[in-house]
């Protein structure tokens, strides 16, 4: 059984490889397309002409495209990114250090999405067939058309500006220092026995991932509504209501447990949508994540850093996806034993 | 629908949400088209010795400034009216040409079926495997910036969202009795596809089309809010946006009220395509579109 399931897991991880490949094709393709010259760009801007052709050789672009890509293919797989126009220092460098900003809060986005998405599920459950449902439903929809940058300005303005509650630019206090370890501030913080700034770097990341959060959690709401529904069609249902059990039992014991299933593989889909809908919230805070290394790059055109970091979004995309697949198929046991 | 009040109107009206949706979208689309004509001043004119008025019902506002004033003196309701032409522009004419493609891709997938299908799935999750803020960013950097390439990438995003929902409803008509009796028939493809199949994913395809308008304008503002839409003289949501968030101190209404305005016309569309899929009797979990 085990090795089934394995082969299972196995094969979406080969999918999954194989679609990133593509990824990279594709990111090449539209990046190479641009009507600018990477050598030109890599020089500084007193370069003769004779020095950027010299640079075009050095850099293959002379050569036919599949090569070219091929070329940048087996460098990326030796973790060689190239280096950055406007940094002049390594891209994969600059990735490393701007991932784990983007990855802790995308992770409290996700727990707090989950969180309010489980709650409102069951109270949009619980209401069903009463008064209150058309307004909690309609609330949904309210919530479902307001997208994570609006309640990013809106958290600012209000418990930011108005109430000064909490701190909304960068990671942490700007007067304090840490060094480095892991990246993530939680856990370095941490490690040097510093709560002050464990405390700073948490109420730092709340409104943003607030922000996140509660945009992200309204599909998932709906979702285990509606499969909490379905599920109360099934028999089992029925057979534990005669033997007497209690709703509460029923529904947390029984139902909730069927029901989780097609929630999580849309919550694979959300938290894709959500690990790229950090790029705007962070620009919005200033956060110093992989997102305003993004837009940075983009308004600077540094092709390396858009190559590697759009790749690096894809990569971490790919793996919620496998990871969640992964996760329901271990699960359930419906398609375990084929 | 227990609404009886609402009778006298065809079955797919006969919901509040859709009244309430059609209301909304309905005068926003006016505004964009009638811009000139209702917006008391020209939206780019500076008064530059009122500045950062505040709306006519709070202290110090000025009636001829009914929603106030920014940083350079610009009456912030004609900007905010004009700016509903670029919302408008752009939820129209992306969510068409995504659904030109997805749907084309859709059908193709779902009828012909085996690789064509497999060949078709494989582009959706290659696309889907990009967050779709980051691929329209990389688009953009690909296609230049300006509202034509705005609405280009915003098509070459979300045609995935048309081809996943549609390519599983055609599955299920292109084995319905009826396509196979067109094909016994001798129908060519090209004819059951247009007038067997077509026809029957209509209502998916308008609910569809609603709530990608909302998506469109979503990602304009967005696009805007960074300055990778339109140029500094076309006034546009997320580009006041960009100016509040600036002077949030001096004035937090130049930041609430393009929110707002933001907001109202994804609710709109939301809503609309939310009451059609009911009154239409199309099965989409609206996370899934």
Known sequence: MFATLLTLIGRRLLLSILILLLVSVLLFIVLRALPFDPAAMSLPPNATLAEIEAKRLEMGLNLPLPQQYLIWLSHVLHGDFGSSIQFRRGVLGLVTSTLPATIELAVLAMLIASALGLAGGLTLFHVRGTAKEPIMDLG????????????????????????????????????????VTTGFLLIDSWIAGRPDIFKSAVEHLILPSLALGIAFSPA?????????????????????????????????????KNAALPTLSLMGVQFGFLFGGTLLVEVIFSYPGLGNLMVDAVRNADLPIIQAVGLTYCIVVLSINTVVDSLYLILNPKLRLR | MPSRP?????????????????????????CAIFAPQIAPHDPNEQNLLSVFLPPV???????????????????????????????????????????????????????????????????????????????????????????????LAIVLVDWTRFCRVLRSEVLVI???????????????????ITSEIVPATIPLLITLMSLEMGVAVIVEALLSFIGFSVGAQTPAWGQMIADGRQYIYDSPWNLILPILAIFLAVF??????????????????????
């Open chain 1, 140 to 179: 949904t929809v309210v919530l479902l058309s307001l997208p994570e940058f609006l309640w990013a300005l809106f958290l600012i303005l209000v418990v930011g500006v108005a109430l000064h509650w909490l701190p909304f630019t960068g990671r942490i206090d700007p007067n304090m220092r840490l060094p």
């Open chain 2, 6 to 30: 609402l009778s006298f109107l065809p079955t797919w009206l006969r919901s509040a949400r859709v009244l309430i949706g059609i209301a909304i979208v309905s005068a926003i689309a006016l």
């Open chain 2, 268 to 289: 709109g569309f939301n809503i609309l395509g939310d009451g059609l899929r009911r009154t239409l009797d199309v099965r989409v979990s609206a996370q899934r579109t």
């Open chain 2, 57 to 151: 019902w709070m202290q110090g506002g000025d009636p001829a400034f009914l929603l106030g004033t920014d940083s350079l003196g610009r009456d912030v309701l004609s900007r905010l009216i004009f700016g509903a032409r670029v919302a408008m522009l752009v939820a129209v004419l992306a969510s068409f040409g995504a659904m030109i493609i997805g749907a084309t891709l859709a059908y193709l997938a779902g009828y012909f079926g085996g690789r064509i299908d497999a060949l078709i799935g494989r582009a959706v999750d290659v696309w889907m495997s990009f967050p779709p803020v980051i691929l329209s960013l990389i688009l953009m950097v690909g296609l230049g910036i300006g509202l034509r390439n705005v609405i």
């Open chain 2, 174 to 192: 292109a084995r319905k009795d009826y396509v196979a009796a067109a094909g016994l028939l001798g129908f060519s493809h090209w004819r059951t």
């Open chain 1, 220 to 256: 998932i709401m709906r979702v285990l509504r509606s499969s909490l529904i379905d599920v109360y069609q099934e028999d089992y249902i029925h057979l534990a209501r005669l033997r007497g059990l209690g709703e509460k039992r029923i529904l947390l014991r029984h139902a909730l």
